[in-house]
């Protein structure tokens, strides 16, 4: 695949994920996906993916995420995105809080035989968990 089609397809997977459809996880995922991210303590799987978004699309249903910047170079594509949503549900063992927060995302995807093979995402939990209130923000 080019490097625009390696384009393509990532904001076609940010456009899936706007549409909570875990499902594209299945198309559009290599079978040996892994997915490396500092809010999850071990590196994600396929399926476990999969299940990670599907509750996210619970907790946080109005979730969307914007591509900011994309570049990308062999088969690497690399993307700072911003994250939107409010909490209604139970997140990660964290009760719904009914807070908006806006954080931003680096993402550095690997393509191969167009799907997305490999992903390492750099979250802004900090300032996630600040503007949902369950740690204390700057000077408080």
């Given at each position: 695949?080019?490097?625009?089609d ?5 904001r076609r997977w ?7 459809n875990a499902?594209a996880?299945?198309?559009l ?10 809010m ?13 978004l ?5 907790a946080?249903?109005d979730?969307?995420r914007?591509?900011v ?5 062999g088969?690497?594509?690399v ?5 939107t949503?409010t909490?209604?549900g139970e ?5 719904a ?19 997305i ?5 750099l ?9 949902l ?8």
């Open positions: 695949m080019s490097i625009e390696n384009k393509a397809l990532m940010h456009d899936e994920m706007n549409r909570h499902g996880c299945d198309e995922l290599a079978d040996d996906y892994v997915e490396h991210n500092n999850s303590p071990q590196p994600l799987n396929k399926a476990a993916a999969k299940e990670l599907a509750s996210l699309f619970v946080i249903p979730m969307h914007e591509i910047e994309q570049v990308a170079e088969d690497r594509v993307e700072r995105l911003r994250y949503g909490q209604r997140m990660m063992r964290i009760p809080t009914g807070r908006s927060a806006s954080f931003e995302t680096v993402m550095i995807s690997r393509i191969k035989d167009g799907k093979a490999e992903i390492y995402a979250l802004d939990s900090m300032s996630f968990m600040q503007q209130g369950v740690i204390p923000g700057p000077g408080a």
